[in-house]
Nanobody
Framework: QVRLVESGGGLVRAGDSLRLSCAPS????????VAWFRQAPGKEREFVAS?????????NYADSVKGRFTISRDAVKDTVALQMNTLKPEDTSVYYC???????????????????WGRGTQVTVFS
C-alpha cells in the first residue's frame, strides 16, 4: 500500500501558525483525494480538510477550521500541505494524513473511505 508520512507538528502558542506536510510514497496518479484528520485524547477522529489531486483540486473544510486552515498540493514535490493559522488550544490533536486511491490504482474502492493513513504528527497549542 501507499505510505503517507506526516511532518511539521510541534508545540506552538495560541494564535501562532504551523504548516503540516504529507508525503505519499506513490505518484499522485494513484491518489484521488488527500485529507487531514485529527484525533485528540478521549475524542473520536474528526475530518479537518481535503483536496482533490486532479486539475480541479476541489477543497473541503470542517466548519471548525474554515478561514484558518488552508490545504494545498505541490504538483512538483507531489506533497500536500496544511497551513494552520490562528491556532487555538482546541486544535491540539494528533493530525493524520489520509488518502483515497484513484481509479487507476489496484487499491481503488468505491465509496468515501480512505485506504491509506499516515502515523500522525502531534500538534499542541497552548494558551
Amino acid at each position: 500500500q501507499v505510505r503517507l508520512v506526516e511532518s511539521g507538528g510541534g508545540l506552538v502558542r495560541a494564535g501562532d501558525s504551523l504548516r503540516l506536510s504529507c508525503a505519499p510514497s506513490a505518484p499522485a496518479s494513484n491518489i484521488d483525494t488527500v485529507a487531514w484528520f485529527r484525533q485528540a485524547p478521549g475524542k473520536e477522529r474528526e475530518f479537518v480538510a481535503s483536496i482533490k489531486m486532479w486539475a480541479g483540486n476541489n477543497q473541503n473544510y470542517a466548519d471548525s477550521v474554515k478561514g484558518r486552515f488552508t490545504i494545498s498540493r505541490d504538483a512538483v514535490k507531489d506533497t500536500v500541505a496544511l497551513q494552520m493559522n490562528t491556532l487555538k488550544p482546541e486544535d491540539t490533536s494528533v493530525y493524520y494524513c489520509a488518502a483515497r486511491a484513484s481509479i487507476l490504482s489496484d487499491d481503488y474502492r468505491e465509496g468515501d473511505d480512505y485506504q491509506y493513513w499516515g502515523r500522525g504528527t502531534q500538534v499542541t497549542v497552548f494558551s
